[in-house]
């Protein structure tokens, strides 16, 4: 039986949806630093959360550095917060995947609500920016906490309810070795989105590596872009979703796997 017209629209928007997160995740960290040092001739940021605040004048708060975020001691004023000339991009890349992941719906309850919450989270840390002070950064911040969880989430995602749709392979030629490698590729992107907030705060507060935070961040949000397109080219090459629509498959959604 073939697709309807509508239905082959449906299924334009669930592979259009799942794509765009995954090509944002991937051109995120990138987004703000080239696009800071090109437009705005703005150095690396020591974190992908620092954009929202760093300017040329002010690159990271919590470190003292000769002519950075220098305040006059004769007259000490509150150094001004969110004038980062990539702070809207920060900002409406974040909403865009919080609401892309909001919108999307998984194949299990828990991937469903995993994602839901995951979406929410993203969009607490747009909206709750890093602490602007000087001194240490204090790790019990809610846009830490929202961060790091939504790191956990994803990760959690990706290990726990990635393989649902596996089974439904079709007997394609070397099928158990297609889902072997996909389940190989899942696993190694789900560490990765879950070690990356805590190899940040090792760089920083251990190795002393202010920049290193960039760059583990940049590791897990490009994880989790690559994910959705590797799950796209799974759902794809499977065809389950358009196999469910003709009626040929049935998935239990209430199951965890």
Known sequence: MQLSDIQKQMMKTFLHLRVGIGVLGIVF???????????????????MSAYYHATPAC???????????????????????????MRDWFVGVLFAIGVGLFLIKGFSVWEDWLLTIAGILAAV?????????????????VHYIAAVT??????????ICSGKTLQFMPQIPDRDKVIARFKRTYRALAIVMAASPFAAILLFKVLKLPQGIFWAEAAGVVSFGAYWLFKTKELRLSDVEA????????????SLR
Request: aromatic share 10%; hydrophobic share 40%; glycine share 10%.
């Open 243 to 254: 196999r469910a629509m003709r009626g040929e498959i049935h998935m239990d959604t209430s």
């Open 59 to 85: 690159l990271d708060i919590h470190l003292t550095v000769p002519g950075q975020c220098e305040v006059d001691p004769q007259h000490p004023l509150p150094l001004p917060t969110g004038q980062g000339p």
């Open 150 to 159: 939504f790191f956990i989430l994803i990760g959690l995602v990706i290990w």
């Open 125 to 141: 840390v747009a909206t709750n920016p890093m602490p602007w002070v000087p001194g240490k950064p204090t790790w019990d911040h």
């Open 29 to 47: 960290p990138f987004l703000l630093w080239w696009g800071g040092r090109i437009v705005y001739h703005l150095p690396q940021a020591d974190s």
